[in-house]
């Protein structure tokens, strides 16, 4: 398959008014939520997911169309399409791939879309000795861009690298919206699985002043005592 009606037909063709109804209430799509205005066919992430490899053939310039597509689900099959063929693709074609990423963000406008995408291809792009892009993204006025900056570190601390994580999540503490809490304490968690002492040594300077969510997120996994002790403010740092 490597046409793009073809692709848009068969994707339409799985769509479930009842499942649809259901992700437009999961995803907070109502007037004043983070999600307003989105549009839900009702097609489960599996069966997306299995769309997608099948559609390996589709090139980069319909994959992109789709990507602007008002149709949520098309634009997940859209990115995973873009993370597939960044894998497998030369230098020249991974940098076109990182660039059309982030001039799309308008698009990439929930956090399954940015969580599914934003390490495998801004996160494996960035040159971990520049924080530029990152830190632009991360003072962004779009909350989605701010979400884009901390989640593409996840493909550095994945391999052990954690600088950048700290370095965004730093810029990220104060920030005003839940669902940034939830990925900078996601990412801080991540840390701690791979090195405790890197996340305590965070905590330390933060823990007092962070949002809530962030802390409860990021210190989830720890022993029950010393997890208490982070809550009251009791903790010996």
Same mark, same amino acid.
């Given at each position: 398959?490597?046409?793009?009606?073809v692709?848009?037909?068969?994707?339409?063709a799985?769509?479930?008014?009842?499942?649809?109804?259901?992700?437009?209430?999961?995803?907070k799509?109502?007037?004043?939520?983070?999600?307003?205005?989105?549009k839900?066919?009702g097609?489960?992430?599996p069966?997306?997911?299995?769309?997608?490899?099948?559609?390996?053939?589709?090139?980069?310039?319909?994959a992109?169309?789709?990507l602007?597509?008002?149709?949520?689900?098309?634009?997940?099959?859209a990115?995973?399409?873009?993370?597939?063929?960044?894998?497998?693709?030369s230098?020249?074609?991974?940098?076109?791939?990182?660039?059309?990423?982030?001039?799309?963000?308008?698009?990439?406008?929930?956090?399954?879309?940015?969580?599914?995408?934003?390490?495998?291809?801004?996160?494996?792009? %960035?040159?971990? *000795?520049?924080?530029?892009? !990152?830190s632009?993204?991360?003072?962004? $006025?779009?909350?989605? /861009? +701010?979400?884009?900056?901390m989640?593409?570190?996840?493909?550095?601390?994945?391999?052990?690298?954690?600088?950048?994580?700290?370095?965004?999540?730093?810029?990220?503490?104060?920030?005003?919206?839940?669902? %940034?809490?939830? *990925?900078v304490?996601?990412? !801080?968690?991540?840390?701690?699985?791979? $090195?405790?002492?890197? /996340? +305590?040594?965070?905590?330390?300077?933060?823990?007092?002043?962070?949002?809530?969510?962030?802390?409860?997120?990021?210190?989830?996994?720890?022993?029950?005592?010393?997890?208490?002790?982070?809550?009251?403010?009791?903790?010996?740092?």
């Open positions: 398959m490597n046409s793009l009606p692709l848009t037909q068969e994707i339409r799985l769509a479930d008014p009842e499942v649809a109804e259901f992700l437009q209430r999961f995803f799509t109502a007037p004043g939520e983070y999600g307003h205005g989105d839900f066919l097609i489960r992430v069966q997306l997911r299995t769309l997608a490899k099948r559609a390996h053939a589709v090139p980069l310039d319909d992109v169309a789709l602007t597509s008002q149709w949520h689900e098309e634009r997940f099959v990115l995973m399409l873009l993370v597939n063929l960044y894998r497998r693709s230098p020249p074609v991974r940098e076109q791939i990182y660039r059309l990423y982030l001039a799309h963000t308008r698009c990439i406008n929930n956090w399954d879309l940015v969580d599914s995408s934003a390490e495998h291809i801004v996160g494996a792009h %960035i040159d971990p *000795a520049r924080l530029d892009t !990152l632009r993204l991360a003072r962004s $006025d779009s909350l989605w /861009e +701010r979400r884009i900056a989640m593409s570190t996840f493909h550095g601390i994945r391999r052990g690298e954690f600088s950048d994580a700290l370095t965004i999540a730093t810029l990220l503490l104060h920030d005003p919206h839940d669902l %940034i809490h939830k *990925a304490g996601w990412m !801080l968690r991540e840390i701690g699985k791979r $090195d405790p002492m890197q /996340e +305590r040594k965070f905590l330390a300077r933060h823990y007092a002043t962070m949002p809530r969510t962030m802390l409860r997120y990021a210190i989830e996994r720890f022993p029950e005592p010393e997890r208490q002790a982070y809550l009251r403010g009791t903790i010996k740092v």
